[in-house]
Nanobody, 120 residues
């Protein structure tokens, strides 16, 4: 049983910044990776940023240099700092958590999604 609580979305003008937060709670053996996905209007959900348990990060080309993913391991929380926002960043952002369950299997959990709207 894992719960993900997302916060930090909203409406912002182009060029502005937002910080998304996702806090995980529940029972699992370990967190293997934490990431953020985005589903833009009329588009499929795509990976925006991910950070592994070893601290390795990866970003979609469209956000490199503008977004930063980081974590607070003590609080099982992952953040997405979004700077220099563009209208095309608009969409629903989903936190994703890949954990090793108590049964040792890997499983992906998803947050409820949070709206980010960037106006021109």
């Amino acid at each position: 049983q894992v719960q993900l609580v997302e916060s930090g979305g909203g409406l912002v003008q182009a060029g502005g910044s937002l910080r998304l937060s996702c806090a995980a709670s529940g029972s699992f053996r370990s967190i293997n990776a934490m990431g953020w996905y985005r589903q833009a209007p009329g588009s499929q959900r795509e990976l925006i940023a991910v950070i592994t348990s070893g601290g390795i990060t990866n970003y979609a080309d469209s956000v490199k240099g503008r977004f930063t993913i980081f974590r607070d391991n003590a609080k099982n929380t992952v953040f997405l700092q979004m700077n220099s926002l563009k209208p095309e960043d608009t969409g629903v952002y989903y936190c994703s958590l890949r954990v090793r369950r108590l049964t040792y299997s890997e499983y992906d959990y998803w947050g409820q999604g949070i709206q980010v709207t960037v106006s021109s």
